[in-house]
């Protein structure tokens, strides 16, 4: 099962924002998962021969095509939970570059997975007035079920623009289960060692799978 996720994780990253000269409109958020979608997967073909020869190449992909869409601040404080009364200014900005290091490499990780499969993006209603909103989607591949996903995004008030901080896979937040996972470690050893790990966990090299 956890495989399957951390496959699924790698739907997020290779469906998620783009750099490229082709502007996402952020306001829109269905528009901006549509759009990204072509474009990040127009990237990942363009860069596979580097991605071959140089597999950390991947994280540098997440990093310029995932984080600018993505609002680390807030998941990295939803996984924090209640025990962030307990952090100092400084610990939350030090668990967040390296929770949101984190991501990046988990996401590499999962992309490397990613050869033959497309994405459709449900379309969707207006998000009204609430600034949490849900784009569907369905990945697809030859011989494959489908496997449909559920991307939750989070509107900034001042600014307008969506951004996304989770995403469910068969019933599952992966945001939910890294709170979990972490926030256990953090009540049992403290966030100070959490980080330490979590920045261990980054700095090793990022090895393809066969």
């Known amino acids: ?25 952020a306001t829109d958020p269905y528009a901006l998962v549509d759009q990204a979608a072509k474009q ?55 668990f967040v570059a390296a929770f949101t290091e ?25 998000p009204g007035t609430s600034n949490i909103t849900a784009v569907n989607v369905s990945v697809k591949e030859a011989g494959k079920p ?9 509107k900034n008030n001042k600014t307008g623009e969506w ?8 019933g599952i937040s992966l945001l939910s289960a890294k709170q979990s996972e972490l926030g256990g470690l953090i009540r049992q050893n403290g966030i100070d060692a959490v980080i330490k790990q979590l920045n261990e966990h980054n700095a090793k090299p990022l090895v393809l799978k066969k």
């Open 1 to 25: 099962m956890f495989k399957k996720i951390a496959l699924l994780l790698g739907l997020m990253t290779s469906m998620f924002f783009s750099l490229s000269a082709q502007a996402v409109d």
């Open 40 to 94: 990040t997967f127009a990237r990942l073909k363009a860069d596979q021969a580097e991605v071959k020869s140089n597999p950390d190449h991947l994280r540098v992909i997440i990093r310029e095509e995932l984080l600018p869409y993505v609002d680390n601040r807030f998941a990295a404080y939803k996984v924090l939970g209640n025990q962030i009364k307990e952090t100092t200014p400084a610990q939350r900005d030090a």
């Open 102 to 126: 984190y991501m990046v490499s988990s996401y590499a990780d999962a992309l490397a997975h990613f050869d033959k499969q497309t994405v459709k993006v449900e379309p969707g209603k207006a």
């Open 146 to 154: 489908d496997i449909f996903l559920e991307f939750k995004l989070r």
């Open 163 to 170: 951004k996304a901080f989770d995403m469910v896979a068969e």
